[in-house]
T-cell receptor
């Protein structure tokens, strides 16, 4: 079945540091890929997405590129801020399988220190 | 306007009680979900309804029973609550059938923190 593996956390960075959170996936079809962010005490919200190979999703300075050859969707940001501290989830959704449900990675907790 | 709203936000109850969590979405989506998030932040899908029809029922104790009176609502009833049921429960929705095969993102509610004592 479909699965998502993302970098284990927690990750602690200083403000303005470069961020990479690795994500790889396994899927039988042609999934769409997503990054969600969960701030403390809140629900998940979509950060960015890509629906086909070589697409780049971007939002709030974060970027991720859909790499079919390496089955990856790594999240990057050039300069993190304290306000980026949150839990980040990589996910996929395949229309043709699993009734369109999203399959999530285990989440990576990011803490950014001033 | 809140897109996906669930109530209550916090629920503290004793073992053995029965409780319900309600969820409503005003996005016009055709698919709704219940997820459970444990203390390590792991997310696990429990149920999914598409146009009021149950389409995903993961390995969940039958003490958990979802009910979808219409496309905009998906409630979760839990019987005989146990300590291990303590978690945050998230409702979500998405639009599955767009007339073309694109996978849309899910929209989540704020969560219900259930504590069983």
């Amino acid at each position: 079945g479909d699965s998502v593996t993302q970098m284990e956390g927690p990750v602690t960075l200083s403000e303005e540091a470069f961020l990479t959170i690795n994500c790889t996936y396994t899927a039988t079809g042609y999934p769409s890929l997503f990054w969600y962010v969960q701030y403390p005490g809140e629900g998940l919200q979509l950060l960015l997405k890509a629906t086909k190979a070589d697409d780049k999703g971007s939002n709030k300075g974060f970027e991720a590129t859909y790499r079919k050859e390496t089955t990856s969707f790594h999240l990057e940001k050039g300069s993190v801020q304290v306000s980026d501290s949150a839990v980040y989830f990589c996910a996929l959704s395949d229309y043709n399988t699993n009734a369109g449900k999203s399959t999530f990675g285990d989440g990576t907790t990011l803490t950014v220190k001033p | 306007d809140t897109a996906v709203s669930q109530t209550p936000k916090y629920l503290v109850t004793q073992m053995g009680n029965d409780k319900s969590i309600k969820c409503e979405q005003n996005l016009g989506h055709d698919t709704m979900y219940w997820y459970k998030q444990d203390s390590k932040k792991f997310l696990k899908i429990m149920f999914s309804y598409n146009n009021k029809e149950l389409i995903i029922n993961e390995t969940v104790p039958n003490r958990f029973s979802p009910k979808s009176p219409d496309k905009a609502h998906l409630n979760l009833h839990i019987n005989s609550l146990e300590l291990g049921d303590s978690a945050v429960y998230f409702c979500a929705s998405s639009q599955r059938n767009l007339g073309y095969r694109v996978n849309t993102e899910a929209f989540f509610g704020q969560g219900t923190r259930l504590t069983v004592v």
